[in-house]
């Protein structure tokens, strides 16, 4: 069967060269492209994909927040994270959301393309190696729903760009607050909802919908 592929990413030129790239093979043909989350939805509602290749930071709805509104809305579909952020917490997020792979941007072409195929097969690209340093992460317990409503309101803002996968210089120029407030908040937080570091806090964020 004939791969149909979704292309997902805010760089025009790492689209082109994506197409440019899979010209090439008789088996995988890209039916649409997008820039962000939003446009990702649309096209897929428009074209009907097998499968969606994500990037996972764009402007409006970012490729994590679209990861998960696609396995809702189109759960048979495959969807392999293509990034160039080697980032724990995006790893997390993404083996919680229901991605098939994550895949840096700087791999070589046919190991792009390989992973292309080996997803549409209805293969994993997790490795036992990758899943075994997450498994930390994702044994983070469901946590009762009322400790969250121990988190004040700068803390939830906090959170939620922690899940998204900022650093806290990130996130203190995102919130106009300096760096040691969030280092404080951050330490409070993960001390409240009952986790050991950012990727299970990053994991308990996504698990109680924060994200």
């Given amino acids: 069967m004939p791969i149909r592929l979704l292309i997902v990413d805010d760089h025009d030129v790492v689209r082109a060269g994506l197409r440019r790239m899979l010209e090439q093979e008789r088996d995988i043909e890209v039916l649409a492209e997008a820039s962000d989350g939003e446009q990702a939805l649309e096209a897929a509602r428009r074209h009907r994909p097998n499968l969606v290749l994500l990037d996972v930071r764009m402007p409006r709805v970012d490729g994590l927040a679209c990861l998960a509104k696609l396995r809702s809305e189109f759960p048979e579909v495959p969807v392999l994270l293509l990034s160039g952020y080697d980032n724990p917490t995006y790893q997390a997020r993404a083996v919680a959301l229901g991605a098939a792979g994550y895949l840096d941007k700087t791999a070589p072409a046919p190991e792009i393309v ?34 969250e409503a121990a988190l004040t309101q700068r803390e939830h803002d906090v959170l939620k760009q922690l899940a998204n996968g900022l650093s806290n210089k990130e996130i203190a120029l995102a919130l106009s607050i300096s760096y040691e407030t969030v280092k404080e908040h951050v330490q409070h937080i993960l001390r409240k909802i009952g986790v050991a570091d950012r990727t299970q806090a990053a994991v308990w964020a996504v698990r109680n919908g924060l994200v």
Wanted: aromatic share 2%; proline share 6%; glycine share 6%.
């Fill in 114 to 147: 390989n992973a292309l195929r080996s997803v549409a097969r209805g293969e994993s690209l997790w490795s036992t190696e990758t899943l075994r340093k997450l498994s930390g992460a994702m044994a983070t317990p469901r946590l009762p729903a009322e400790l």
